[in-house]
């Protein structure tokens, strides 16, 4: 997989669309910035949709790196690179994925929680629910119950929206779920929570409303969830 010296003179336009997908991947396994951010831009000029390059390009490549990682053949210098250069490609896509001229759908705060810096994930769900028309408040990473709250307060969201990548981490947005219930905010917010080590009976285990899949699937869940709602507060 890592980089040999052709690669050096490797012109990424002469390449099919399949070998160029292979080579951003190859790139990102790498952490070359520059190319992964060039790979992206030439496959936008070809017409591909920006969801499809995040998808098959961006995190196919992710992928490769946490198999690798899991399996002790990359650590974690290689892998914070890895991740450098897929947000680097990420920033190419996000004004595409986030231009929508449609009216707010809703209110989303959406954080990392404690003790947990893994943010490719929450970022991408983020750019993906501004895409669809929701305002998202993105707190960041090692995001405490404290400063969920204090968001909650002062943005006042429909969705508040947590991610883990860490077994050690994801029992905490169980206390965050607790917090909420103990300042009396649970019931007006839609909790969804996201992350790979996460699954959907443990979503409901510690009260959240529903499990997130991926990018995609936590829009759907939103929207649907929202509609809901509203229904039930006209029934009412
Ligand atoms: Co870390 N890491 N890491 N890491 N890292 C994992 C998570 C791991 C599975 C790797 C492995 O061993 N295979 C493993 C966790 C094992 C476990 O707990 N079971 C692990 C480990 C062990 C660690 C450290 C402890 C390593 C160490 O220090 N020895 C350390 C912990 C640091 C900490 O957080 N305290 C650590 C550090 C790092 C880096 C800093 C090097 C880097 C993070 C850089 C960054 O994010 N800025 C990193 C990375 C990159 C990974 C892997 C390789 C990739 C994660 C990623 O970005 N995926 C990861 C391996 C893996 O996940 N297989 C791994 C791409 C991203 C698009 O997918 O984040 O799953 P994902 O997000 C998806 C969905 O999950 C979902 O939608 C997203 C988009 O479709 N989703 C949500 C996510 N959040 C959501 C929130 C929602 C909804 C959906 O809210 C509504």
């Known amino acids: 997989m890592s980089g040999n ?13 399949e070998e160029l997908v292979e080579q951003i991947q190859d790139d990102l396994y790498d952490g070359l910035k ?7 831009e ?31 053949i990359l650590f974690v210098p290689e892998v914070l690179l890895a991740a450098n250069a897929m947000k680097a490609g990420m920033e190419v896509l996000r004004p595409l994925l986030v231009e929508t001229g449609a009216p707010k759908a809703g209110k989303m705060v959406i954080a990392t929680v404690k003790g947990d810096i893994h943010d490719i994930g929450k970022n991408l769900v983020a750019m993906m629910m501004e895409g669809a028309g929701f305002e998202v408040i993105n707190l960041g990473i090692n995001t405490d ?7 909650v307060e002062e943005h006042n969201p429909d969705i508040l929206g947590m991610s883990a990548l860490l077994t050690t981490t994801m029992p905490y947005m169980k206390t965050v779920i607790e917090e909420l219930e103990k300042a009396g905010r649970r019931d007006d917010l839609i909790v969804l929570v996201g992350g790979a080590p996460l699954n959907a009976d443990f979503a409901e285990a510690i009260g959240a409303d529903a499990y997130c899949r991926d990018a995609a699937v936590a829009v759907d869940t939103a929207k649907e ?12």
Not at 34 to 40: A, D, L, P, S, Y
Not at 52 to 71: N, P, Q, S, Y
Not at 145 to 151: D, V, Y
């Open 225 to 236: 969830l929202l509609k809901r709602r509203h229904n039930q507060r006209a029934d009412a």
């Open 5 to 17: 010296e052709e690669d050096d003179d490797l012109d990424l336009r002469e390449l099919n669309d």
């Open 34 to 40: 520059e190319e992964v951010v060039e790979g992206v």
């Open 42 to 72: 030439i496959l936008l000029e070809r017409g591909w949709e920006p969801y499809k390059v995040l998808t098959e390009a961006l995190v196919g490549g992710m992928k490769i790196v946490g198999d690798d990682f899991r399996d002790g």
């Open 145 to 151: 119950a404290e400063e969920f709250l204090k968001a």
